[in-house]
């Protein structure tokens, strides 16, 4: 593997050399988690820096922005960080959309985006504002504040197209959380996304099998962390189906909420497929949907 260093770089100080741009409730903690690992990569000390998200930070420009990295270490190949509302950032960065402000700083810059099948997203979401007592218990995905984005987070194509408007396809590695983190994929999963970051692909990352940030009632969630075990997936997976049963839906969720969710997410999951070239592996038809379990 090459030492050059990356076009984007400059000598003797940090510039991104990757981003992880979205989206919510889709596994970026868990992504973070593993690639923070790699000797080859360096990452800030907090996993989301929401520098083009927030205003204030923007107007810092590219030296304010290359300060919240760390300086380059012996052997790193790679550089960058992790905040799933650069997906969804609608604020202008310096006169510009966030993805032409990358582009302008980064044009190099590789691009990672992890996509989870929308109904399960809302649901996920939908749960995460219940518990910070955001909407109160029995508030469905229709009637939460439109503010919270639990829908339209969900409406990929509208998101991704100005990040594909300004970086080649080749540039963005799209992870789906159906199939690319299904245990059974995650070791190919990482070496993907290590060669889409330049670094080492054989490199392995610890704990591959935990979940983060998932209901407290999931039991892969808890049977992931069990000492010893919880790295062999192949011992606990047969009991996860048994116990997902016995979880509950949320307060206000019923099959016909997931049957609802299908149907508004059936187009703009087709024009995900038309953006990415590529189907998603979800669920379409409203009944296969409403046999799901949340998350």
């Not at 593997?1 to 940090?14: F, L, Q, V």
């Not at 990040?163 to 993907?192: G, N």
């Not at 509950?248 to 508004?264: F, K, M, N, S």
């Amino acid at each position: 593997m090459s030492d050059a260093p990356h076009p984007d770089r400059e000598p003797g100080r940090s510039a991104p050399t990757f981003l992880v741009i979205g989206g919510q409730k889709c596994g970026t903690t868990w992504l973070a988690e593993m690639v923070a690992q790699h000797p080859e990569v360096a990452t800030p000390g907090r996993k989301e820096l929401h520098f083009f998200d927030v205003p204030a930070s923007a107007a810092t420009g590219r030296e304010g922005y290359c300060r919240q990295f760390p300086e380059p270490g012996p052997g790193e190949r790679a550089v960058g960080e992790f905040t799933p509302d650069y997906l969804y950032a609608t604020e202008p960065a310096g006169g510009r959309s966030v993805a032409g402000q990358v582009r302008k700083w980064f044009p190099e810059i590789r691009l990672v985006v992890c996509l989870r099948d929308p109904v399960e997203r809302a649901l996920s979401a939908l749960h995460h504002h219940q518990r910070k007592g955001r909407v109160p218990a029995g508030t469905d995905p229709f009637t939460a504040p439109p503010e919270l984005g639990i829908l339209d987070k969900g409406r990929y194509a509208d998101h991704l197209a100005p990040w594909l408007e300004h970086f080649p396809r080749e540039q963005l590695l799209v992870l789906f959380h159906e199939r690319e983190m299904a245990d059974e994929h995650k070791a190919e999963t990482m070496r993907r996304v290590f060669t889409h970051l330049g670094v080492d692909p054989d490199f392995l990352p610890a704990h591959l099998y935990q979940r983060y940030n998932a209901r407290r009632d999931d039991p892969a969630t808890w049977l992931s962390r069990l000492p010893l075990v919880g790295n062999h997936p192949g011992l606990w997976h047969p009991l996860v189906g048994a116990l997902a049963r016995l979880r509950r839906e949320l307060p206000g969720v019923t099959a016909t909420t997931r049957r609802d969710l299908a149907a508004y997410y059936r187009e703009p999951n087709r024009a995900l497929a038309r953006l990415l070239q590529a189907e998603p592996p979800w669920p379409e038809a409203a009944d296969e949907t409403a046999s799901g379990a949340a998350q």
